[in-house]
Nanobody, 119 residues
Framework: QVQLVESGGGLVQAGGSLRLSCAPS????????MGWYRQAPGKPRELVAV???????NYADSVKGRFTISRDIDKNTVYLQMHSLKPEDTAVYYC?????????????WGQGTQVTVSS
């Protein structure tokens, strides 16, 4: 009943930028923490960045200095601003969020958005 709606993926040249966004839809959802994961073909899913309810952030070493995660508390929306994209950033990017509905606390995954970085 809670869905995470992702947008912003696409095809970009190496060195370019993309901005991903993710927001809940459906049931009213109060976000605790949100993050971005990615999975390339044949590779395990890995954490890219996370932002907590206290607005603390953590990044994978591979994206530090290039990606920025941010959050709009009023909209329960998380963003991933990606700069200086590299071909190795190519993956399906998944939004994760946990938080509260009126009756439960749970975690949710988005369907994923494809990011492709060409050489």
């Amino acid at each position: 009943q809670v869905q995470l709606v992702e947008s912003g993926g696409g095809l970009v040249q190496a060195g370019g930028s993309l901005r991903l966004s993710c927001a809940p839809s459906g049931s009213i959802f109060s976000v605790n923490a949100m993050g971005w994961y990615r999975q390339a073909p044949g590779k395990p899913r890995e954490l890219v960045a996370v932002i907590t309810s206290g607005v603390s952030t953590n990044y994978a070493d591979s994206v530090k200095g290039r990606f920025t995660i941010s959050r709009d508390i009023d909209k329960n929306t998380v963003y991933l601003q990606m700069h200086s994209l590299k071909p190795e950033d190519t993956a399906v990017y998944y939004c994760y969020a946990d938080g509260w509905t009126s009756v439960t606390f749970a975690g949710y995954w988005g369907q994923g958005t494809q990011v492709t970085v060409s050489s």
